[in-house]
């Protein structure tokens, strides 16, 4: 069986405790998993940051703050274990070693944060590597990777397809404190780099988007690969 690694921007998934979208991606993530071995990271959305604004606010370090961060990845992830139910690994696994072994199962594969310096982008980038994933999927608010932040310069274009180092010089320019939101870490374009697995950057809003996708193929975002080659649909 082939495995998919998706990252679920906690903005998708939790924007806000009161605004959860959990609901929609129960039978998609069901559907998807029964024809691919899947792996999820949860990332911290509109909660973590609040909790890392109200922890600057006693002058704590960037590094406690990524640990607060990264608590709110699991509470996350916790949550989606629960939504899921029997068809998830019962357990938010802490590290990649773990997330392999649980894999084992045939059951959906949940993660959130593991150290601090990064964000779940990276987590799952790693992961595609160690499970050997034939696709990484990075599920955000935004439809695709864009020359510059879509929602604050409206020249900005969307890139249909790119190599990771045309990726790396993109994200090259962001700032790395706990909390940022950007496109994709640097941690995780690196990673990406250096496996060669294809990356695809797609909006998350909807999830049978993502259905429709692993179905037909048509690629709605901005496919990262080393050669511009479309592994979908998979056969
Ligand atoms: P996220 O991965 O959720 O970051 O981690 P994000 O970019 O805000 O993504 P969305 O909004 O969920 O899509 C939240 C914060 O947790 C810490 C970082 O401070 C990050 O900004 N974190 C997360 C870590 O330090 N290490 C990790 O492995 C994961």
């Keep these: ?29 069901t559907k998807i998993s029964a024809k691919y071995r899947l ?20 002058d704590a370090d960037e590094a406690f ?32 070693t773990e997330a392999l072994c649980a894999g084992e199962s045939g059951k959906i594969v949940i993660m959130g944060g593991i150290t601090p310096g990064q964000t779940t982008d990276a987590v799952a980038a790693v992961l595609a590597e160690r499970v050997r994933a034939s696709l990484f999927i990075n599920l955000t608010a935004v439809d695709g990777i864009y020359s510059a932040d879509p929602r604050k310069d409206p020249k900005a274009n969307r890139y249909e397809k790119m190599t990771a180092s045309d990726l790396l010089e993109v994200v090259v320019g962001q700032h790395a404190v706990a909390g940022v939101n950007t496109v994709m870490d640097i941690v995780a374009v690196k990673m990406v780099e250096r496996c060669g697995i294809p990356l695809l950057v797609m909006d998350g809003r909807d999830p049978n988007l993502l259905l429709e996708t692993l179905e037909t193929g048509k690629i709605s ?15």
Aim: glycine share 12%; no cysteine.
């Design 1 to 29: 069986m082939l495995s998919i690694v998706l990252s679920l921007g906690g903005s998708i998934l939790l924007p806000e405790i009161h605004q959860p979208n959990i609901k929609p991606y129960i039978s998609v993530l």
């Design 39 to 58: 792996f999820v990271v949860v990332g911290g959305g509109g909660t973590a940051r609040q909790y890392i604004s109200l922890a600057r606010t006693f």
């Design 221 to 235: 975002g901005t496919l990262v690969s080393p050669k511009g080659e479309n592994p979908l649909p998979f056969r």
């Design 65 to 96: 703050s990524d640990e607060l961060g990264i608590l709110v990845t699991r509470l996350n992830a916790t949550l989606l274990i629960g939504a899921l139910g029997e068809r998830a690994y019962p357990k938010v696994v802490e590290s990649h």
